[in-house]
Every structure is written in C-alpha cells, then in structure tokens.
C-alpha cells in the first residue's frame, strides 16, 4: 500500500494501464512492490507464510484438508495481480494501452479522480516506513518465542471460560503451555511455494497473453477473460463498491461464524 502511495505521488496516477512503463527506473520502489507482492502470495519466510502456515497445520490436525489448497489458490491470485502490476508499471511489459485485448481497454479507460501531475523525488517520510515495514515482516517469524507464544495465547482465546473470567470478573489466567507441535513444519514450505510459483505464473501469463497464437488467445478469452470482466463490472475501483463489498464480506463471514460457532 505504500509503495502504491508513492507511485501516486511520482507519477500522479494509479492505474496500472496507463502507468506502464513510467516506473523504470525507480528501482528502490520496485524492489519494495515485488517484496510486498510476493510477501502476500506466502514467500517463506515472511510472517504471512508464518500466519498462512499455523492456520494450515490446525486445519489439518482438525481434518479441514481443503483449507490448505484454499490457501495456495487465495495467495496466487493476490500475489499474482501485485506481479502483473510490477511487470506492467516498471517493466513496461504487457499491452499497451489502445491493444484489442477487451480487459486491457475496459481497465485502461478508468481513471482515478485523485489523480495530479507527478512530483520528482521520494520523500523519507513515505520510503523509510515502506522498507522499515518489508525488514520487519521478513524478520517477525525470527523473534524469539513469538511463534510459540502466538500459539499459547490463541490457546487461551480458545478458552471460553477463562476468557468469560478474565474479562467479566477481571481474574486473569495463565498462558497455557504451547501446544507441542506449535511452529509451521518444513511440510508448510512446499504450500508457500506453490503460492509463490502460481503467482509468477499467473502474473507471466497475463502479460504475456497478447502474444499467444489467436486460437489460443479465444480460448482463454471464453473461458477466463469473460469471468474477469464479469467480475469488474461487479467491481469498479470505486470507494462506493470498496465499502458495499466490505459490507458484505464482513456480513458473511459474521454469519459463518455465527452458524460454526452456535
């Protein structure tokens, strides 16, 4: 998110169409976007792997197997549109705005209402706490005991009448030991990367699909390209939708866990 703050106040706008190509040569900047991007699709050992990896292992001590294939699934496609966005902004990859591909032309027409002309320069003050941030997601898991403690106090929440008593009659409770297989496994790396890898993929395919041979680009056209446009007709990038999806995304998820939890 910063570093699209930053793209915002070099170049002016946001919008990956129209900025391709404009962010070469900022490479300070596109190293801090590609170390986000692939921190979100689960590149160990960045503490959202970490996350991403105690979640799996209970899940599967619980036998919720689909929840690790959610997982890789989740983190390629969000990982892969934050690629696809770096190779197309400071690479210069894709097609250009103006291509008959019907995404790049629908995506490209948008235009961000804030947008102004571009500054020169960075300041510290959006850099620093931009690259403080990338150092310190890579270096949590290594934080002594923070992984066993994370488990040992989810452990706790889980409680429900120790909970109700250090709440309700303000008598906290103890910690409870770490549960023994407390820490993701090397098991949990091959997820990660399986992550990482469909998010390279992704992001290679679709800057890359104006030059496939044109039988190939219909079939992924009718197959792919009419759900994505399905998709951004429902979601058009502007706050209004931002708020009634979150609306709705929060709505539902307070309903799952209002039928998990009865």
Do not use: C
Request: aromatic share 8%.
């Amino acid at each position: 998110f910063m570093t699209v703050g930053i793209l915002q106040h070099r170049l002016g706008g946001v919008d990956e169409y129209h900025l391709r190509g404009r962010g070469a040569g900022q490479w300070a900047t596109a190293a801090l976007f590609v170390v986000g991007a692939l921190a979100l699709a689960g590149l160990p050992p960045f503490g959202t792997y970490v996350g991403k990896a105690l979640i799996e292992e209970e899940a599967k001590l619980l036998g919720l197997t689909w929840v690790t294939p959610l997982f890789v699934l989740v983190s390629a496609l969000t990982g892969g549109a934050l690629l696809r966005a770096a190779g197309r902004v400071f690479g210069g990859w894709g097609p250009p705005v103006g291509h008959d591909d019907v995404v790049a032309k629908q995506v490209g027409e948008e235009r961000e209402a804030e947008t102004v002309a571009g500054r020169e320069g960075t300041p510290a003050v959006m850099f620093v706490p931009a690259a403080l941030l990338g150092v310190a997601a890579l270096a949590l898991p290594f934080i002594p005991g923070l992984l066993t403690g994370t488990e040992a106090a989810a452990e706790a929440f889980t409680d429900r009448s120790a909970y109700v008593e250090a709440v309700l009659a303000g008598r906290p409770q103890p910690l409870p030991e770490a549960p023994a297989h407390a820490g993701p496994k090397a098991a949990e790396l091959v997820p990660g990367f399986l992550s990482v890898a469909g998010a390279l993929a992704l992001a290679a395919f679709t800057l890359s699909r104006n030059r496939l041979p044109d039988p190939w680009r219909k079939a992924t056209w009718n197959s792919a390209g009419r759900l994505v446009v399905g998709l951004r007709n429902l979601h058009s990038g502007h706050p209004g939708d931002y708020i009634a999806w979150l609306t709705f995304g929060v709505a539902l998820l307070g309903g799952a866990f209002g039928v998990a939890l009865r």
